[in-house]
């Protein structure tokens, strides 16, 4: 099993960010180092056991399709390359391929999130609305069970602890304006599709996901920080998919799986993880990794 890295050092630049994956570092006036850690956050809780290479994956399938996606937006990813940022080899090895140069940019304040399927909190929220965030939804839906169309149901982003908040499109459009918003639905809306499909002739079901966006000082709409991973969205092996259940899943779900046969409150400090645990959810992580990338 690849060696772990829970906290990044990058020696000359200042980090200025460490989220509950990321560490972020500042290059110059017009660039940023984000590392992708392999530590795991579930219920909104940085747990003390990272899952060895999940930083690895995070980070190439952000890559790749930020590459599938750039004939629709714009991304993050500069030109300025690994080594002429972290030039120490021996850090450069330490980090593993879990490190991206972007160009700094202004992140919008909400989440983009879009469902296909009907599952988690939009699950619940159906149960006891017959809405989404909102938004009205035929009756009698089974768990699970996909959509009419996706939907787009955007939340507030959440400080390292606290719980993302869903909210309306209209809510939405009051903190970034309504041609913003509309933009940021159009585009979510159709990577989504677009990655849905090509993942579902892998063998997976994208079941929804959450994209993040930000804006160059012309006003210029970007996509940033990770696209279609199992942090980012709920991956379903098509081959084990049902209604009427939570299906089996490529992320870290197996965690929280674990976490609720616990005595836990669900507050910090997380409890650790044992061993077969971190194994299965390590081999999860690079198994979509895999299928996903594997001769495309």
């Given at each position: ?80 390359k690994l080594e002429e940022v972290v030039t120490d080899a021996a850090e450069r090895e330490e980090l593993g391929g879990r490190a ?155 965690v929280r799986d674990y976490l609720e046969t616990l005595d836990w409150d669900k507050k910090a400090p997380g409890p650790h993880l044992p061993a077969q645990v971190i ?18």
């Open positions: 099993m690849a060696q772990a890295l829970y906290e990044s050092r990058v020696t000359g630049l200042s980090r200025i960010s460490q989220g509950k994956v990321r560490d972020i570092y500042a290059v110059d006036d017009e660039h940023l180092l984000i590392v992708t850690t392999d530590r795991l956050s579930a219920f909104d809780v940085v747990l003390p056991d990272p899952i060895p290479g999940k930083g690895e994956v995070l980070t190439r399938l952000s890559e790749f399709w930020f590459g599938r996606t750039a004939g629709i937006v714009r991304n993050h990813m500069a030109a300025l991206m140069v972007c160009r700094r940019l202004k992140p919008l304040p909400i989440e983009a999130v879009v469902r296909g399927y009907l599952i988690g909190s939009g699950w619940k929220d159906y149960r006891a609305t017959g809405q989404v965030c909102g938004i009205a939804l035929p009756p009698r839906l089974e768990q699970a069970q996909q959509l009419p169309e996706p939907i787009f149901t955007p939340a507030t982003k959440a400080a390292v602890g606290d719980h993302d908040e869903n909210i309306s499109f209209d809510q939405a459009a009051e903190l970034v304006g309504q041609e913003l918003a509309a933009r940021v639905r159009e585009l979510s809306i159709r990577i989504y599709l677009e990655g849905a499909a090509y993942a579902a002739e892998r063998g997976i079901i994208i079941a929804d996901t959450k994209f993040e966006f930000g804006l160059d000082d012309s006003g210029e709409l970007y996509l940033i920080d990770e696209v279609l991973t199992p942090d980012s969205s709920r991956f379903w092996p098509a081959a084990e998919y049902a209604t009427g259940i939570s299906p089996p899943s490529f992320d870290k779900q197996y194994k299965v959810t390590s081999e999860k992580y690079r198994q979509a990794l895999e299928l996903l990338t594997s001769s495309a």
